[in-house]
């Protein structure tokens, strides 16, 4: 009897140990089955113009240092926490300030405040070769960060950089095929309006530019299909510092001039110089009354998508109403 007393507490000991370990196996199954690594969650590697940067997972806290860069990721859903200042506006271009009203400035483009970076603690840090390389290092020690090689006419280089680095390239790729299904539709709808040679024009403060095709609005003529004065079908940047002397170059069919003016009205007085000089009044474009003003930030200094698609606006107004 006392035997099998003891036998009978022995199997319910080993009955209770083997339900525990059942369980946990069964709790542990459970937790791998439960937890797994979403993509958001997974580190990912982006190469770029200062090599190849690891993120751990989705960034959630994103500093942007270029202008054209802000504009990329607005359009993909991401709204910085810290962002370079607009060349012109206080502190954002008006056509995006409405976006921006929760993000801190940290300093230009060409000046960045690296201490207000390192406050905001982002989880990832995006910037320019061109603009900021000398500071790459103090930005890497802040948070992982990924550079675009340059800053050119064609916005659309950086873009797929910037939706690789936020993790988002199939928005990215959406963005980028309902641009490009806009400038087909234009450039169908403007047939014969294509072969006008558009020139354009930029005063500044104590300088007047002749722009060419490597510009951020010269670019998006050329993807509508636009013929250039020959003078200005160049694959560069611009004339600079032009003398009136240079004023017949800034002939053609139709002609944009954008003024960049900080604020001190010496653009503005610059370019109504210009236009009221005898030179320019016998251009046959300025006979012709085809001379128009546009926005210095849509057509120039913004540089991004968002302008880009401002820009399409201005042309579809322009030309598709004559």
């Known amino acids: ?17 083997l339900l525990a370990a059942c369980g946990g196996a069964e709790d542990k199954t459970t937790k791998k089955k439960e937890a797994p690594k979403t993509a958001a969650e997974k580190s990912y590697t982006v190469e770029h113009a200062m090599g190849s940067t ?27 926490v810290g962002a370079v200042k607009s060349w012109t506006g206080d502190p954002w271009y008006e056509h995006i300030a409405g976006q921006l009203k929760d993000t ?7 000046e960045v405040n690296v201490e207000a970076i390192a406050a905001l603690k982002p989880d990832l840090i995006i910037g320019n070769k061109m603009r900021q390389e000398k500071i790459y290092e103090q930005l890497s020690a802040i948070a992982p960060t990924v550079f675009a090689e340059t800053l050119r006419g064609d916005w659309k280089a950086n873009y797929s950089l910037y939706a690789k680095a936020v993790n988002k390239v199939d928005k990215g790729n959406e963005v980028l095929e309902k641009y ?7 450039k169908e709808k403007l ?4 072969n006008m040679k558009v ?7 104590g300088e007047v530019r002749i722009y060419h095709k490597d510009t951020f609005s010269g670019v998006i003529l050329n993807d509508l299909g636009f013929a250039r004065p020959e003078s200005q079908n160049v694959d560069d940047f ?25 604020g001190d009205g010496k ?30 930030a849509i057509w120039n200094t913004a540089g991004g998508v968002i302008a880009a698609n401002l820009m399409l606006d201005d042309v579809e107004k322009i030309f598709l109403k004559k």
């Open 1 to 17: 009897m006392k035997m099998t007393k003891s036998l009978l507490s022995i199997f319910s000991i080993l009955a209770i140990f």
């Open 54 to 80: 690891t993120i751990k997972s989705t960034p959630k806290r994103v500093v942007i240092l270029t202008n054209e860069g802000t504009e990329a990721l607005l359009s993909m859903g991401v709204t910085p």
């Open 104 to 110: 801190k400035v940290v300093g230009t483009e060409s």
């Open 180 to 186: 490009n299904g806009r400038i087909a539709d234009i």
């Open 191 to 194: 047939g014969d309006k294509k």
């Open 199 to 205: 020139s354009m024009v930029r005063f500044m403060s």
């Open 238 to 262: 611009a004339e600079k510092n032009v003398t009136k002397e240079r004023i017949p170059a800034m002939d053609g069919d139709i002609l944009f001039y954008f003024t960049y003016d900080t």
């Open 267 to 296: 653009g503005n007085t610059l370019a109504k110089e210009w236009l009221a000089d005898p030179l320019f009044k016998n251009l046959e474009v300025a006979k012709k009354g085809e001379v128009h003003k546009v926005n210095d």
